[in-house]
């Protein structure tokens, strides 16, 4: 079983910037694809980010289009934790941000964060 406690949302202008943190418990974090999702009102969850296993693929990154460029996802196993660094932001890009594990493909695994919030203000 994982828990994942998301951090570092908040309020920011057009363009600015934010971190997001999501700190995984438990001692099978790096054997865990891990992935970011938002969700805006009104609209569906959807996906923005994931990262592989280290053993798996090196890491590697995928994004959704809508971010790719922008944002950028990296984990630190040592730490248990995977962030998302969030540059050039946008109004779309408010929602709350879902940190995820277990995740094959762009499809989401069963472990959830409670979410935070991020705003963008134009």
């Known amino acids: 079983q994982v828990q994942l406690v998301e951090s570092g949302g908040g309020l920011v202008r057009v363009g600015g910037s934010l971190r997001l943190s999501c700190a995984a418990s438990?001692?099978?974090?790096?054997?865990?694809?891990m992935g970011w999702f938002r969700q805006a009102p009104g609209k569906e969850r959807e996906f923005v980010a994931r990262i592989t296993r280290i053993s798996w693929s090196g890491g590697s990154t995928d994004y959704a289009d809508s971010v790719k460029g922008r944002f950028t996802i990296s984990r630190d196993n040592a730490k248990n934790t995977v962030y998302l660094q969030m540059n050039s932001l946008k109004p779309e890009d408010t929602a709350v941000y879902y940190c995820?594990?277990?995740?094959?493909?762009?499809?989401?695994?069963?472990?959830w964060g409670q979410g935070t919030q991020v705003t963008v203000s134009s």
């Open positions: 438990g001692r099978t974090f790096s054997s865990y694809a």
């Open positions: 995820n594990a277990g995740g094959v493909g762009r499809l989401s695994g069963i472990y």
